[in-house]
């Protein structure tokens, strides 16, 4: 009970969350990047601001469900886009939009855009990483002091 | 999280086959096969996904080189009526078949392919940096 609680404490449910999405939608951008010439091959994306609508929901109701303590049920919604995933995580569903200029060997590549996203991405999963690794420290430094 | 590696190596291994092939297509310009046929111009065709990587991430994703193929485009001709190798007979005679590498097209997909290789270079890049950064969770 109380390992689960310390893993649910606080933000951590989200940016685990946050962190997981950003490591999926990386696999996405570097499959793009590696498919840059391949005849026929539609760019596949996942939406960020559909995620983070899908976060916000969950975070908000969890504080409803929380009822004053930290420690409310942190459930993801699922949308088209993000499945959940055997391990509890959301998993990505990815669409191909089609847009994009459409090159004669019929790829819709756009090397600018790809680097934006890989860059963005990078930083996302990053940022949640940072977080959670001072959450870590936070919890380390009051079990040190209590022992 | 390993897998997301071999999709990038995936990828830096077409555009280097995709290169050797461009090399060997300068390099044979010149050449003439074993039956006196001038040399074809290689094509390196990909597709999506990767059966030879190791995870079961690295085979889903990724890319591989599907087929080399020559380049059906009929041989270039050179006026050269006392070359032995000159056609005889036909609407052509007196010209020299020569090879199909257009040596300007070449040079395009060798840059094509060398910047698809440092695309690909730099997201391995940040594929090790965000691996490196969950390997500093645990402590």
Redesign the interface.
């Known amino acids: 009970m109380l390992i689960r609680d310390l893993m649910n404490f606080g933000a951590r449910p989200a940016l685990t969350e946050a ?1 997981s999405f950003a ?1 999926g939608r ?2 996405l ?3 793009n ?7 026929n ?1 539609q760019q596949q994306d996942v939406s960020v601001p559909g995620f983070q609508k899908a976060l916000r929901e969950a975070v908000d109701r969890r504080r409803e469900s929380a009822q004053g303590s930290d420690n409310g049920v942190f459930e993801m919604p699922e949308t088209r886009e993000l499945v959940k995933g055997p391990r509890g995580f959301s998993t990505l569903n990815p669409r191909t939009d089609g847009q994009g200029i459409l090159y004669h060997d019929r790829n819709n590549r756009d ?1 600018e855009r ?2 934006q996203n ?2 963005e991405n ?1 930083l996302q ?2 940022f949640a ?2 977080v ?2 001072q959450q ?1 420290e936070l919890l ?1 430094a009051a079990i040190g002091q209590r022992a | ?1 390993y897998g ?1 590696l071999e ?2 190596t ?2 830096m291994i ?2 280097r086959t ?1 290169l050797s092939a461009i090399s060997a297509n300068v390099a044979n310009r010149h050449s003439v096969n074993a039956d006196g046929t001038p040399y074809r111009a290689k094509m390196v ?4 996904g990767d059966a030879s990587a190791t995870t079961a ?1 690295g085979r889903k ?3 591989h080189v599907a087929r080399i193929e020559d380049d059906p485009t009929p041989f270039n001709l050179r006026w050269d009526p006392g070359d032995p190798r000159a056609l005889k007979s036909g609407p052509n005679a007196g010209y020299v078949q020569e090879s199909n590498v257009n040596p300007v097209l070449e040079q395009v997909n060798a840059i ?2 060398t ?2 290789y440092e ?2 270079a ?3 890049e ?2 090790k ?2 691996i490196q ?2 390997l ?2 645990l ?1």
């Open positions: 962190q490591a990386h696999r951008i570097i499959n990047i590696a498919n840059m010439q391949t005849p091959y090397m790809l680097m890989l860059a990078g999963f990053r990483t940072d959670l690794r870590g380390r | 999280m997301l999709i990038s995936s990828g077409a555009q995709r065709f990909f597709e999506p991430e994703y990724g890319v094509q392919a910047r698809a695309a690909n730099v997201a391995a940040a594929t940096v965000m950064q969950a500093r969770l402590g």
